[in-house]
């Protein structure tokens, strides 16, 4: 136990004085810990708390307004479980938006609902003619504290502003209970301690059974990148602590001749790696939790719910902060074990044992590979985990990429080798020290390419996933336009002609006001009902309304008629449509009896009556890269040719108009918009969404591959460089150029960065087919067509030029002319 003291307090004083060296690990486990805290709390924050709904009860039954045994199921539960807070619920759109609000029934001061309300001023209703109004709603009505609402018939005072702390997006109206004589929904809070939700009733959850719902939550997620994220630090770790070894040869070869051990030898590169650790580990606790307090508000407006100081997934923190110290720790096992091997002559004298030649098989990473692929097929069989099967498949098989990345980088170093001996002297100097030097080099290339697989993956899931146009994704308009919806006219026979007038009206004065340059009326076939494009195949069944390619919609986009297919019966602007069999257009109304046909894949689909003959079955559709893109957008249209087919050509009925402008619309034009549909009352108004598009996705994993391959690089060439600088020196004394010197770093970090560039690619398209391949949901192997290559070709050519042009610029400064280790 002395010694075990007296070697700890050596290593400790040894990382006071050399933490310079090991500053790139050190903050590479800080930045790690900071950033798990911060995005695990925000990630686990993000979404509603576990009680969001429930308030104090630790059970909740929902029940329809319209149920007419409602109050004698209140009664029973209250029967058998004692306290009840009943909570009414209508749902109302909002005036001149598609938004909606709930007018609430409930008791401020209930028994379990309290948590749900929070009084911002004023005070609650206390009368059947008072109302409180939550502030979002309260903003959009234009209502303050001493107005009266008119809503209903009725006319209400309000009387304050609340909220719902457990969901600050909740727009609702508060009135006194027994205020809706018709609710669309009634929830009933009580406790029912020990009994499961279904022995009570199946309209009956809790807070566990609602988290249940969701097999991957987000501390799983933040835990399974957290576990990630260490394994890259500890594989870059291994050649830090090496070269601090070597540096150290000299002074643990002392400690070893006046009658040290080798496992205390061993545990002074251990215990430095310990203290590397918890070093990172208490600095990125500090910066993460900070970082935490400084964003907690932020993150309350875009999460829309209040949250604690001390809401932290503390499972997830304190996981990063064992995995942070055990990271280091094994990390420096290695270097510790190769140490205590060299001989103590060899030590003192500062010149390691030559590298032994280890002759490393591909066969195991090939194995894992091969484990890899079985695994995510099996997963991707089950249409990627959806329901109870495949997800463990799904884990398990990224797991096992990992291994196979890092086994098979050694033998991809010794095989560039080989494949370099007739390379310039320079660039054969470094492919040479890759493979002798494996230890560091290989684990280096190991991380960099599990950094470039994450890219691969990432990026060719994102661009086949919005390329998927049966399932279409992505905002819903282009930042320059808005679609305007009617709100008026009878279900079962559409507007009058006077409310389209008015509409018209309404939707050409919005246009007005945001100096719009096309406003487009947005056709569907028929008053009670449209046209749809379905497709009954394999993979994802699909229904979809189209609307009526009118001359104006066609001339607006500037689709001219020589450029319409005279057999074409849709045009879209979606890319591969033409190319889906199994397509159909039918008319259908929306009343009426339910019909039942059989698809092409000889599933049964519901829907209501259509016109004789079936529609029009693998209609001749036609690509048209003039329409709009966006997912609401009129980005499918039935021409002129397949209406005449159904005969329809007096059944238009107008649905709404997409309003167009020449920039992109600002804040301040679309809340013009909305206060002006809300004076009309009879449109409403849709703006673009936030949903981001495949080309950011693809852009941002492409750029975070490349960072990560790059600081990885750059330590790793640092540190082998290093290890060789008595090779350089050699060079530099009999003569070698500032050139030779700049050659040969740069070769090593190009080199470096080529293989990671293939070897991570190679894994991600392994998983990626694996997954792929019998996943008809998501369009099996063909949907490898639609591959971002030039994202790829940045990821492959990008990052050994970016590397090997930066340990250019950084290399060539002359060493000391001395062949030998300086004296410390």
């Known amino acids: 136990m002395a010694a075990r003291r007296a070697v700890s307090r050596w290593a400790w004083r040894l990382f006071r004085r050399e933490w310079r ?123 303050s504290t001493g107005q009266v609402w008119h809503q209903g018939g009725k006319a209400r005072t309000v009387v304050g502003i609340v909220q719902n702390p457990q969901s600050l997006l909740d727009e609702f109206a508060l009135v006194r209970p027994g205020q809706l004589p018709t609710p669309s929904q009634v929830t009933v809070l009580f406790d029912a301690p020990g009994l499961p939700p279904g022995t009570i009733g199946p309209n009956v959850s809790t807070p566990a059974s609602v988290a249940n719902n969701n097999s991957l939550n987000p501390e799983t997620i933040s835990l399974a990148v957290l576990t990630l994220g260490m394994i890259l630090i500890a594989l870059v770790a291994v050649g830090g602590f090496t070269v601090l070894a070597q540096r150290r040869l000299r002074s643990l070869g002392m400690l070893a001749s006046i009658g040290a051990t080798d496992r205390n030898v061993g545990q002074v590169v251990r215990a430095n790696g310990l203290v590397v650790g918890i070093a990172g580990a208490v600095l990125g606790s500090v910066l993460g939790f900070a970082a935490w307090l400084l964003y907690r508000p932020s993150l309350e407006q875009s999460a829309h719910h209040l949250i604690g100081a001390w809401a932290l997934p503390w499972p997830v923190v304190t996981a990063a902060i064992v995995l942070a110290i055990v990271a280091t720790y094994l990390a420096a096992a290695r270097p510790a074990r190769s140490v205590t091997k060299i001989p103590i002559v060899a030590a003192l004298s500062g010149r390691p044992a030559p590298p032994r030649q280890i002759h490393r098989s591909a066969a195991p990473g090939i194995v894992f590979l091969v484990i890899a692929f079985l695994l995510l097929g099996y997963s991707g069989g089950t249409n990627g985990g959806a329901g109870s099967g495949g997800s463990l498949e799904l884990v398990l098989g990224l797991v096992a990429l990992i291994p196979a990345v890092i086994l098979l980088a050694p033998f991809c170093l010794t095989l560039l080798a080989r494949l370099g001996r007739r390379a310039p002297v320079a660039i054969r100097l470094a492919l040479r020290d890759l493979a002798r030097y494996r230890a560091r080099s290989g684990s280096a290339l190991a991380a960099a390419s599990i950094g470039v697989m994450i890219a691969v993956i990432v990026a060719v899931l994102a661009q086949s996933r919005y390329a998927d146009i049966l399932d279409p994704a992505g905002p819903n308009l282009a930042p320059n336009q808005l679609l305007v919806w009617t709100n008026l006219g009878n279900p079962s026979t559409g507007p009058t002609t006077s409310q389209v007038a008015a509409m018209t009206k309404s939707a050409d004065s919005i246009a007005a006001g945001i100096g719009a340059q096309y406003v487009i009326p947005l056709e569907m076939t028929g008053a009670d009902g449209s046209a749809n494009l379905e497709h009954n195949g394999s993979g994802r069944p699909w229904t979809g309304s189209v609307y009526v390619a009118t001359p104006q919609l066609l001339k607006d986009f500037g689709i001219t008629p020589s450029q319409i297919n005279p057999k074409a019966d849709v045009l879209t602007s979606l890319p591969g449509l033409s190319g889906i069999s199994n397509m159909s257009v039918q008319w259908c109304s929306e009343f009426g009896t339910v019909k039942t046909t059989t698809g092409g894949s000889g599933s049964t689909i519901s829907s209501s009556p259509c016109l004789a003959g079936g529609g029009i079955h693998n209609p001749v559709i036609q690509e048209i890269g003039a329409l709009p893109s966006g997912v609401h957008a009129p980005n499918t249209v039935i021409t002129e040719y397949a209406i005449k ?40 108004i849709e703006s673009r969404n936030d949903e981001p598009t495949s080309a950011e996705l693809v852009n ?54 080529l293989l990671g560039g293939v070897l991570g690619t190679f894994a991600g398209y392994v998983g990626v087919i694996g997954w792929l391949r019998d996943n008809s949901l998501n369009g099996g192997i063909s949907a490898l067509g639609n591959v971002p290559v030039s994202n790829l070709l940045v990821l492959l050519i990008g990052t050994p030029i970016a590397a090997a042009a930066i340990a250019w610029l950084l290399a060539g400064r002359e060493p000391a002319a001395m062949a030998h280790q300086p004296i410390e």
């Not at 948590?115 to 903003?139: I, K």
């Not at 679309?670 to 449109?683: K, P």
Request: proline share 5%; charged share 10%.
């Open 21 to 143: 060296q090991q500053l790139l690990v050190l903050a590479l486990v800080t930045v790690a810990v900071s950033t798990t805290i911060l995005g695990s709390a925000v990630a686990t924050n993000n979404p509603p708390p576990a009680n969001s709904g429930f308030g104090t009860a630790q059970d909740a039954a929902t029940f329809s307004g319209a149920d007419p045994h409602l109050s004698a199921q209140i009664a029973s539960l209250h029967h058998r479980f004692g306290r009840v807070d009943v909570i009414a619920d209508e749902t109302l759109r909002i005036p001149g938006s598609a938004g909606t609000y709930e007018l609430r029934a409930q008791e401020p001061h209930g028994a379990f609902g309290q948590p749900m309300l929070d009084l911002l001023s004023g005070r609650y209703p206390v009368a059947a003619s008072e109302v409180a109004l939550s502030p979002v709603l309260a903003s959009q009505l234009g209502l």
């Open 645 to 684: 087919k159904f005969g329809l050509e007096n059944e238009f009925s107008v649905q709404g108009w997409l309003i167009q402008t020449a920039q992109p619309l600002t804040a301040a034009q679309v809340h013009d918009a909305q206060s002006a549909a809300a004076a009309a009352g009879n449109v409403s």
């Open 700 to 753: 941002w994993a492409t750029a975070a591959g490349i960072a990560i391959a790059l600081c990885i690089l750059a330590m790793s060439v640092g540190l082998i460089r290093s290890e060789t600088a008595s090779d350089l020196r050699t060079l530099a004394a009999t003569g070698a150029s500032s050139l030779t010197r700049r050659t040969i770093t740069a070769a090593t970090a190009g080199a470096l960065g």
